[in-house]
C-alpha cells in the first residue's frame, strides 16, 4: 500500500512535469520530495520505525488521492 502510494505521488509528479499545459505547485513539489525522502530514509535504515512511516504516508497519499484527485500536500498547500 505504501509502495504504491509513493507510485502514484511520482507519476502525478513526473507527468505534471512532462505536459507543457500543466505546472508543478508547491503541493506537488512538497509531496513529492517529502515522500521520496520517507521511502529513502526507509531503504537506508530499514528499521520497523522508518518503515512504518514509510508505509503510512504512502497510504495516506494513496487514501487521499482516492478520496479527491489530490495528493496529501496539494490538499495542505495549493488552496
Not at 500543466?22 to 522508518?50: I, K, Q, R
Request: aromatic share 12%; hydrophobic share 45%; glycine share 14%.
Amino acid at each position: 500500500m505504501g509502495v504504491a502510494g509513493q507510485l502514484l505521488n511520482t507519476a502525478v509528479y513526473l507527468s505534471k512535469s512532462i505536459d507543457p499545459n500543466e505546472h508543478l505547485t508547491t503541493g506537488d513539489h512538497v509531496g513529492f520530495w517529502t515522500g521520496t525522502g520517507v521511502f529513502a530514509a526507509a531503504m537506508m535504515f530499514s528499521n520497523p520505525v522508518t518503515a512504518g512511516i514509510a508505509i503510512g504516508d504512502g497510504a495516506l497519499e494513496l487514501g487521499f488521492w482516492l478520496y479527491n484527485g489530490k495528493l496529501i500536500a496539494q490538499n495542505i498547500f495549493d488552496k
